[in-house]
């Protein structure tokens, strides 16, 4: 995944200067194909030029180099509610209980780079610290307009597995470390994008000049997968081999987002953003309805490949927040995030029968992943 995505970002990189420039000596004697990507870059990466310059400044330097360091931590938890009772013709009480399955992570710390060109931006980091022998990585990819946004991440953690509850009543702790994969794919459309700008204190092309604010529509497609390593017999034992829960959920919203500019001073020379002096503050809320859930569970049987148990989720509630402070001077930035998500899951009522046929298992799960994250960004445009 990673020498496909570096190839990729900057196969993109690479590109955009050169359908600008091409842009600018164009003859019309370019090919059909060309010229449809000029129209998809110019309608991608140029500013619109009904921009309200009172409130948005324009950075005149395309070109983004960055240094960031990022602590995330991530929650996964999952309960299940089971009732197993007799099958007619057998013998036997009803019994009710429940398990609770937890992965959560003390802060991991990662250090990273970015690049961006325009609108488009790539970061890649490593964890460092105590747990960097996990090679625990993340990467992320954005794509940013005057009234969109999309970006889409990666987070790889590994951690100890932790299991309360169950038949017996049993409590563990895995002894091997399990696996979160955290993917997600984010998208916003800004309403009032003339007048302001959501990505200027996250990305740093373009400048609140002037404190506005915007209602916004978002979405996200988020895939949490939380594996048991495979060699932990002893752990899926008391699991009921239980080996691995996999969720993919689509989610739509909106909410409002508010840039709050505390100090700002036009540049002396603009061409150059010489002089610029700006400290914006961001806070934005975005509710959000999980409108399809898939859940896949995956239990290890004795001689048998996993057997994969697939469950269509509720409606349930997510919610986003994001928060950010930003300082720019001349052409270079550095800001503050804060970022919390938080995305429940809720499966439809199973019914599973034992090996014998002899008891049936009424089973109703429900979880949810939440993940914190806080950067430090330092920017120089060129």
């Known amino acids: 995944m990673p020498k496909k995505f570096i190839s990729l970002v900057g196969l993109l990189l690479c590109t955009a200067p050169l ?27 140029d500013p619109n030029p009904k921009l309200d310059t009172t409130c948005i400044y324009q950075m005149p330097l395309p070109w983004t180099a960055g240094l960031e360091t990022a602590h995330i931590t991530t929650t996964a938890d999952l309960h299940t509610d089971v009732t197993e009772s007799p099958l007619p013709g057998t013998t036997g009480a009803t019994s009710e ?30 964890e460092v610290g105590a747990r960097s022998e996990e090679r625990n990585t993340y990467f992320s990819l954005g794509l940013s307009g005057d009234a969109y946004g999309i970006q889409v991440q990666n987070y790889v953690i590994s951690d100890y597995i932790e299991k309360t509850g169950g038949p017996y009543g049993r409590s563990a702790v895995s002894g091997y470390p399990g696996c979160l994969r955290d993917f997600a794919v984010d998208a916003y459309y800004v309403f009032n994008n003339r007048r302001f700008a959501y990505s200027a204190v996250y990305k740093g092309q373009k400048i609140q000049r002037r404190s506005v604010g915007s209602w916004m529509l978002s979405g996200r497609y988020l895939q949490g997968d939380l594996q048991v390593d495979d060699r932990d017999a002893e752990f899926l034992e008391i699991t009921d081999g239980l080996s691995r829960y996999k969720t993919d959920q689509v989610s739509l919203g909106g909410g409002y987002s508010l840039n709050w500019v505390l ?10 953003a010489r002089g610029l002096r700006n400290l914006t503050l961001n806070l934005t809320a975005l509710p959000m309805m999980s409108l399809y859930t898939d859940v ?6 004795a001689g048998r490949d996993p057997a994969r148990t697939r ?8 919610f986003q927040a994001h928060a950010a402070l930003g300082f720019c001077w001349d ?8 970022h919390y998500n938080r995305f429940g899951f809720y499966g439809a009522s199973q019914n599973l029968w034992d090996r ?21 960004q330092f920017y120089v445009r060129f």
């Open 19 to 45: 359908l600008r420039a091409q842009a600018v000596m164009d003859d019309g004697s370019s090919s059909w194909v060309v010229r449809t990507a000029k129209k998809v870059f110019h309608l991608l990466m």
């Open 331 to 338: 052409r270079y930035s550095v800001n503050v995030q804060a």
């Open 311 to 318: 469950n269509e989720g509720k409606l349930s509630i997510a």
């Open 356 to 376: 014998d046929r002899s008891l049936q298992y009424d089973i109703n799960t429900r979880a949810f992943f939440q993940d914190l994250t806080a950067k430090v």
């Open 296 to 301: 896949d569970s995956y239990h290890n049987l």
């Open 97 to 126: 209980y429940g398990m609770d399955f937890n992965l959560q992570n003390h802060f991991c710390h990662k250090v990273g780079a970015s690049f961006g060109y325009g609108g488009l931006s790539a970061g890649y980091g490593i």
């Open 263 to 272: 100090l700002h001073r036009d540049p002396v020379e603009w061409a150059t």
